[in-house]
């Protein structure tokens, strides 16, 4: 091999590697958690200045609550969701149809043949149709997590998100909460009723061997899909 192949293959194999460690991080972030926290700000301390009390920059709050107010920081949704619907309907129609025909009269006398009047006839017809339905829907969610603050509007408003990963006999559970609040509705105590996050998206499911098996198979899914009609 020549020392001109050498190096192209060489330089292919680099390309080729380049590519590959690409593609990965592509896929790491395209599999990376939309829930996973921002990270955090450091504050910008300056150095401390020999003979003096006040520290430059030093992010001192005298006159201001602990509450949420910045991205990084975090406070407490308190879950209280409880909601039930309820419809009932019926209905119901009906109708009825009828025509009669007679013989026509030619010169007084009706058409017939054979004495038989061949263009009498009746026509009549009935359709009804009655249904009923009635839905009863009920959920109710309480607790609580501590999500994080990830954007702050021009009008003060903020976006959060976050969840909460609890592993209880073989079973991973979370719950998951995204939303906009405003900054008046935090409470002296640095929490929020999930009533006042807008935009609210909460999820609440498992993964685990009791997820598992309370999920059809592939077959049920099958047969109770509308692929199915029978």
Do not use: W
């Amino acid at each position: 091999m020549s020392t001109f192949d050498f190096q192209h293959s060489v330089r292919l194999s680099l390309i080729l590697l380049a590519l590959l460690l690409t593609s990965a991080c592509a896929r790491i972030d395209a599999i990376r958690d939309p829930y996973e926290p921002p990270a955090p700000v450091l504050p910008d301390i300056a150095p401390p200045t020999s003979g003096a009390i006040y520290r430059e920059r030093g992010a001192t709050r005298l006159f201001e609550d602990l509450r949420a107010a910045r991205i990084g920081d975090i406070l407490t949704v308190r879950l209280i969701e409880s909601t039930a619907a309820s419809l009932q309907s019926n209905t119901s129609t009906s109708k009825s149809t009828a025509a009669t025909l007679t013989t026509p009269t030619f010169l007084g006398r009706p058409v017939t043949k054979d004495g038989i009047a061949i263009f009498d006839g009746e026509l009549s017809g009935d359709q009804a149709f009655s249904g009923a339905g009635a839905t009863n829907q009920s959920n109710s969610l309480q607790g609580s997590v501590t999500v994080t603050v990830v954007e702050r509007f021009a009008n003060g408003n903020l976006r959060i998100r976050g969840e909460k990963r609890v592993l209880l006999n073989q079973g991973n559970e979370f719950i998951r909460l995204s939303g906009i609040i405003r900054a008046y509705d935090i409470e002296p105590d640095n929490s929020i009723p999930s009533a006042r996050v807008a935009d609210a998206h909460i999820s609440y499911s498992s993964k685990g061997v009791l997820a598992a098996a309370n999920k059809m198979g592939p077959f049920a899914r099958f047969f109770n899909s509308v692929l199915t009609p029978f």
